[in-house]
């Protein structure tokens, strides 16, 4: 057993609270229609001209290890800024590609010198183990040759990510004169961490013009014929390739096409009746594999765009909860990388206590220095939990048992620290308190300042112990006895069930409220419930700690008008106090949170609610650009013919909102596994009403997989065989 500090029932100090770390909202990230990539620990922001546009306010850039390597790259074209005509990401989201013209350009005496729609600029661009890669392909559509400059500025402000949040920083490093060196610039800054950051850009061929802010091609363009012109932007000290950017341009780009297919080759494949869900479900893949990085430990989507392109341990492992159905090695990546990084001692300024699983790391200067707590930071109070609850349902869907019997020692130690950590008070709840003031005040999945409330308005004292906390935590136990059992330590596995339904049984004693008639969001310190009506109750659900007769007063609470918003679950209802259609977690719609919601709806028995989740999520997607469902919108009424109210700064793509809709339809197929059995399984099996059916193929099962199609007949849904590959037995209950 891992021994506990002295003092370990002490309540979390009361500091008075350091600046928030907020996520600025000067300039809405919709206002742009921004254009990202990500490979790795390199992720781009632009513009849907392919730019990045300096003091804009904005997130706009080419980023690396949480600091921003490019903030600024315009082109122009004898400086006047081009025409858009389109600018489309690859379905696979590996390159964007954007098409300009020409505007009417004049000369120095304002005369017009050429008129618009002559000369086409195609931009193709792609990163690459920490370089972007460019193509400017110009062509010259008139009749007769033409002279231009195209001009590209840049800049580098190598600035914090946490700074391009809003974090304010008092000091910083030195910025170092801009190198021309062979083939291009370096552009390079000391942090106060100690480390060099540069930018190297590289140009082939080379510019007529280059200073360290720009470089000028004067092209003589014969008509009818492209000129090709190439850009590399590396974030490493060194080069990955160094040939010539024109050789290392397409050798680069068959590469990263090839990692990528290769990420997503294990994945089973959804088709449907409906071509619009069809575009928003490979939307949906191609974000969760762009944002999935390659780790030693395997495959861990990275949390996402712009805000949390890096290792989250609570959105990582919803992630994979809700994939787990069609690619189980995503949940095996994230299990293990979160094992390796278990926390082993007490560390305050961390939050970190032995057995603890990470909430976040990341890599920039102000993480390097101390001035955000994130460079290694466990302050989440459900990622523990959750880590145990995916180990257990990873053993179901595989039959793993060697990656099983490896996790278990970190099992054990997750369980350790639910019961001698998290349980503060040993009221036999689990509370959270950050041990600093530089922590987070909240830590759940709501995480913002304001998200934890009483009736009244008022903000809760800590420690507080949240209701979705609690069902996770029954989660926890009834998957480490599962876990247990299958390792054929069978004392344990009775001990962990008991513990199971005494919380069972304690928390719906204290956490439902008659009156209220769902469950309250939260105990404070004091013990005082939270009476108010958020989407957290439906988490209840999903692990299954809700009493069988409350199941339907809570799902009745989540689908009334003041919760339901007809996009989705609001979550906070709109008749509470702190209701806020447009804040962060008091009153939003959530995916990822109506995804849990619906499983769990599922899970006792209310298949309607949960089609009508899925509907209102679908419709949803419809509305916004590339189909792509965002971290968050507003919780406005649906209204009409009108689409979501958009959220100004909500990530997009971001990992378990990207999973929602393959959640959303395992759960309303009632999909289940028996790798014992090597039974594949549909009970009351349903289809939302806009689609007739649905064709997954590629389903694994052990060594073994089946391509399967679903149809409507009546009310009923009929699941065809279409191809087996060994043995697999499929059943279907209507």
């Not at 800590?462 to 009834?478: C, F, H, K, R």
Request: charged share 20%.
């Amino acid at each position: 057993m891992l021994d506990a500090p002295e003092g370990r029932r002490e309540l979390a100090p009361e500091a008075t609270p350091a600046a928030p770390i907020v996520i600025a909202a000067s300039r809405s990230l919709r206002q742009t229609q921004p254009r990202t990539l990500k490979q790795g620990d390199t992720f781009a922001v632009f513009d849907e001209h392919g730019d990045a546009i300096a003091g804009s306010g904005g997130s706009e850039g080419l980023y690396y290890c949480d600091t921003r390597h490019l903030s600024h790259f315009h082109l122009t074209i004898n400086g006047w800024r081009p025409v858009l005509l389109s600018s489309v990401l690859r379905d696979d989201n590996v390159a964007l590609t954007c098409d300009l013209t020409n505007p009417d350009l004049f000369d120095e005496q304002d005369r017009l010198a050429m008129v618009h729609d002559l000369i086409h600029v195609r931009r193709s661009r792609f990163l690459w183990q920490g370089t972007c890669y460019e193509r400017l392909a110009v062509r010259n559509f008139d009749e007769a040759p033409r002279h231009i400059a195209l001009e590209l500025a840049f800049a580098a402000d190598f600035a914090d990510l946490f700074e391009v949040r809003g974090a304010h920083r008092v000091d910083r490093g030195q910025y170092h004169a801009p190198v021309l060196c062979e083939g291009g610039v370096r552009l390079a800054y000391s942090g106060l961490d100690d480390c060099e950051r540069t930018t190297h850009l590289s140009f082939d061929p080379l510019p007529s013009r280059l200073t360290g802010e720009q470089a000028v091609f004067e092209l003589d363009l014969t008509p009818q014929k492209t000129t090709l012109l190439y850009v590399e932007v590396c974030c490493c000290n060194t080069r990955p390739d160094t040939r010539p950017p024109r050789h290392a341009f397409p050798s680069a780009l068959r590469t990263a096409r090839r990692a990528l297919r290769g990420l997503s080759a294990r994945a089973a494949t959804v088709t449907t009746s409906n071509e619009i869900f069809n575009e928003a479900v490979s939307r949906s893949m191609s974000d969760l594999y762009m944002l999935t990085t390659q780790t030693p430990y395997g495959p861990y989507p990275y949390a996402g765009i712009p805000w949390f392109s890096t290792f989250f341990g609570r959105d990582a492992l919803i992630t994979a909860l809700e994939t787990l159905w069609l690619d189980p090695g995503i949940a095996r990546g994230v299990l293990c990388y979160l094992a390796a990084n278990q926390a082993t001692t007490v560390d305050p300024a961390a939050d970190a206590e032995p057995g603890k699983i990470l909430h976040e790391s990341r890599k920039g200067e102000m993480a390097n220095l101390g001035e955000v707590p994130f460079r290694r930071y466990y302050g989440s109070i459900d990622s523990t939990p959750l880590f145990v609850m995916l180990a257990g349902a990873y053993l179901d869907r595989t039959h793993d048992v060697a990656t099983a019997r490896w996790l278990w020692p970190y099992v054990e130690a997750a369980l350790h620290w639910i019961d001698e950590y998290g349980d503060r008070d040993g009221d036999g709840f689990v509370e959270y308190g950050r041990r600093t003031a530089e922590g987070l005040l909240n830590q759940g999945w709501k995480d913002s300042r304001d998200s934890i409330s009483h009736a009244d308005g008022s903000l809760a004292e800590g420690p507080i112990a949240l209701v979705e906390v609690q069902a996770y935590v029954y989660g926890a136990w009834m998957a480490a006895a599962r876990i247990a059992r299958g390792l054929g330590k069978t004392e344990r596995a009775d001990v962990l069930e008991a513990k199971a339904t005494q919380l069972r049984q304690r928390f719906d004693e204290v956490f439902f409220d008659e009156a209220l008639g769902t469950y309250v969001l939260a105990l404070d310190g004091h013990k005082r419930p939270c009476r108010v009506r958020s989407s957290n109750a439906g988490h209840a659900l999903f692990t299954g700690i809700a009493q069988p007769q409350r199941a339907e007063q809570v799902a009745s609470a989540l689908m009334a008008s003041a919760s339901f918003s007809g996009w989705g679950v609001r979550t906070l209802a709109s008749s509470e106090i702190r209701y806020n259609p447009m804040s962060y977690h008091n009153g939003s719609v959530w995916p990822h949170d109506n995804a849990v919601i619906a499983a769990g709806l599922v899970r006792y028995g209310m298949r309607d609610a949960a089609l009508r989740i899925f509907d209102g999520l679908f419709s949803a997607s419809t509305h916004i650009d590339l189909r792509r469902l965002p971290e968050l919108f507003c919780g406005f009424v649906r209204q009409g013919n009108r689409g979501p109210t958009l959220y100004p700064v909500a990530c997009i793509p971001q990992a378990w909102a990207a999973a929602a809709p393959l959640s959303l339809l395992q759960s309303c197929l009632n999909l289940d596994f028996d790798v014992a059995a090597r039974e594949v399984s549909f009970r009351y099996p349903a289809l939302p009403s806009f689609m007739e059916d649905v064709a997954l193929q590629g389903l694994t099962i052990a060594d073994a997989s089946v391509d399967l199609m679903l149809r409507r007949a009546g009310s009923s849904v009929v699941v065809n065989v279409v191809e087996r590959r060994g043995d697999v037995l499929v059943t279907t209950t209507n």
